[in-house]
């Protein structure tokens, strides 16, 4: 039989990694994928169910019956749809009973013991709370392994976009403007812009002192007598 494309598993916890790997379906996988892809989307709601007792015992009898589905399915297609194929190492048969086996028989068992017991304390006093805390602990476990089981049957049956408009996958969201900006990487650091030095103003030059030139004083003439230099020459002689 044709085979079709390589499908990547990896179940959450509590399914045991060794059930993790590739799944490389033929056509005999995908048809008995389809009819457990339309059991699971009938019976499950992409959100996990309000917890209130009625709402929780509806859901614990639909995943029942997902359960008991799941089995009928791979006995009547038979133990090659247990058998890996091409360069998988999985299975739809592995895949399917590992998650029944790990996740919702244990699961469901618990749950309903969890509710049970929850409802006689009606949520009341330490124990009540305690158990409202397990009981929201192990449905939340379940719902998580769920999704992302359907989502690989999804893959095998060719029908991703019929799971994606039912199920409104997170990765096919509208990116919100937060989400934008935290896939954006974070930008460089904005250089510094260089800053134009201020130019100083240069000190006022010394001012330059003033000279006054003054006329040299000129002595004031003597009243002239009207005698010679030489007679005045022997005046004074005689006088000293």
Known sequence: MQ?????????????PDRFSGTWQPDAREREAAWE??????????PEEPPFD????????????????????????YG?????AKGEGNLSLGLISIAV????LRPGLAQWQTLLKDFSSTRGGGTAGIELGKDLRRTVGV????????????AQAAGVSEIHQALF????????TSTEEEAEQPAAAPKAPEPVAPVAEEPPPAPETPRITLKAPVQPEPEPSTGESFADRFQRLRYQS
């Not at 007792?53 to 009547?76: D, K, N, P, Y």
Request: hydrophobic share 50%.
């Open 79 to 83: 133990p090659t749809v247990a058998q």
């Open 142 to 153: 379940i719902h998580k392994v769920l999704l992302v089981y359907i989502d690989v049957v």
């Open 53 to 76: 007792e009625a709402a929780l015992q509806e859901a614990h009898g639909s995943l029942s019956a997902v359960s008991a589905t799941t089995g009928e399915i791979l006995r009547r």
């Open 36 to 45: 457990l892809f339309i059991e699971i989307a009938a019976r499950m709601s």
């Open 3 to 15: 085979e079709g494309p390589t499908i990547l598993v990896r179940l959450p916890a509590p399914v």
């Open 100 to 103: 029944v086996s790990s996740v």
């Open 168 to 175: 409104q996958v997170a990765t096919d969201a509208p990116v």
